[in-house]
């Protein structure tokens, strides 16, 4: 069963603590602070793989998290680096960010990979807050956290040439002779579920060829299985129009045609303007000089299509067909379609939230001030409630920051409650 589309969330390592550290030595009796910086936690990485095919991993297991940065050791040894977990997805795997429907990355090349989700960076230890004061910090900088968010992985199948039509008029058994795939071929009146790729090897070239199923009248409306499958057709380069003129299931071989055309177009994307070339299928039940036959091939010729007439399971005009494939595909590769419009989704600007990252926003609510920040809650969750530098350290950012002023404005006098994350505090001007 192809699996081309899921949902999962994914969690990069958070980064180690600075350990807080002083030097016990031999005939050192005030040894210095030598608490090491917590390692940065593990990424999480996406990477295409050619030896895959669908997302059905993705199915069963919905969470993926690197591993978390090494707290910092004392003698000023750094904490290990969290390991980066790289996650394998098949070639035309697109990563959508869940909650802004934003393409972070289109993988298309094997072994191409891009990271999704950047780890934290490990806080520093106690060694870098000594200073001509402050001779023997007692606390440490926490790591900050990893990046959390849920992503959209679809799959759309990279093949140069597809293969479109009604159930049952023998694309897969076009695809069977034509190439080393071994799809399911019966016949029966509904499509194949899940289309099937093959390598075509004509003399000189090679090129795959993808069974586009689940295409029924209405598919671009939804019908059937067309709308997950019609997005496999965006970046096939040449079609092949596979069509049943044998008229044994009592069906018109141009009204076929100018169905599957009309569900083509209303889709959109290009994709009814891809170059064509029409099969006509099941030669081996009629004479070529057929009437029915000849008034389809003079309607798809006068369209300026080049029509192939075809027996499959005799081999008939196979041959033919892909060469004039192969030719098709050479002026279509001079010549490649428009590229796909997508909204990209901006890894500065995700960065920076990083510029927000050290301010310091304020509120007042239900007689509460209440601080807000990444960066103060960093150095919050770092602070030493028992060592007075550790709370001078806390309230200094606050100051700097401009947020001491703002409370002040708003109000603010001694013994009024100021509120960071869960925890509570009476207000008073100087430590």
């Excluded at 103060?376 to 969750?381: A, D, G, T």
């Amino acid at each position: 069963m192809l699996v081309d589309k899921a949902k999962i969330k994914i969690i990069s390592g958070k980064g180690g603590n600075g350990a807080v550290s002083f030097r016990r030595e031999p005939f050192v009796p005030e040894g210095g602070p030598d608490g090491g910086d917590g390692g940065n936690g593990g990424s999480i990485v996406f990477k295409a793989d050619r030896n895959l095919r669908t997302l059905m991993d993705f199915r069963y297991k919905r969470k993926y998290e690197a591993e978390n940065g090494q707290d910092g050791m004392k003698k000023k040894c750094y904490g290990r680096k969290g390991q980066d977990l790289v996650i394998k997805v098949p070639m035309g795997t697109m990563v959508f960010e869940a909650s802004s429907g934003k393409l972070m990355k289109d993988l298309r090349e094997d072994g191409e990979s891009f990271v999704a989700a950047k780890g934290g960076k490990g806080g520093k230890g106690n060694v870098h807050f000594k200073n001509s004061v402050r001779q023997a910090p007692n606390f440490a900088e926490a790591g900050e956290p990893g990046k959390e968010r849920e992503v959209i992985l679809e799959l759309k199948m990279i093949a140069d040439v597809g293969l479109v039509g009604f159930p049952n008029v023998g694309k897969s058994s076009l695809l069977a002779i034509a190439t080393n795939a071994r799809p399911k071929i019966e016949n029966y009146h509904f499509t194949t579920i899940d289309p099937n790729l093959g390598v075509v090897s004509l003399d000189d070239r090679e090129f795959i060829m993808a069974d586009i199923a689940g295409i029924i009248e209405g598919a671009s409306e939804g019908l059937g299985l067309g709308l997950r499958f019609l997005k496999h057709i965006e970046r096939t380069k040449v079609l092949i129009h596979v069509v049943d003129v044998s008229g044994t299931e009592g069906r018109d071989p141009i009204d076929d045609f100018e169905k599957i055309m009309t569900d083509l177009r209303s889709y959109g994307r290009f994709v009814a303007e891809k170059p064509m070339i029409v099969a006509a299928s099941k030669i081996d039940l009629i004479s070529e000089d057929d009437e029915k036959y000849l008034e389809f091939k003079r309607y798809i010729e006068d369209k300026g299509l080049e029509v192939y007439p075809i027996s499959s399971p005799l081999g008939l005009g196979v041959k033919e067909l892909l060469f004039a494939a192969a030719r098709a595909l050479e002026k279509a590769e001079l010549d490649p379609p428009p590229a796909e419009e997508y909204e990209y989704f901006d890894f500065e600007a995700d960065e920076a939230r990083d510029e927000h990252y050290r301010e310091v926003r304020v509120r007042k609510e239900n007689g509460e001030y209440i601080l807000e920040g990444e960066q103060l809650r960093k150095i919050f969750n770092s602070t030493n409630f028992n060592d007075m530098g550790s709370l001078r350290y806390l309230y200094k950012y606050i100051e700097n920051s401009g947020a001491l002023r703002t409370l002040r404005d708003m109000g603010l006098e001694e013994g009024d409650t100021v509120k960071i994350d869960d925890f509570e505090f009476e207000f008073w001007d100087e430590y």
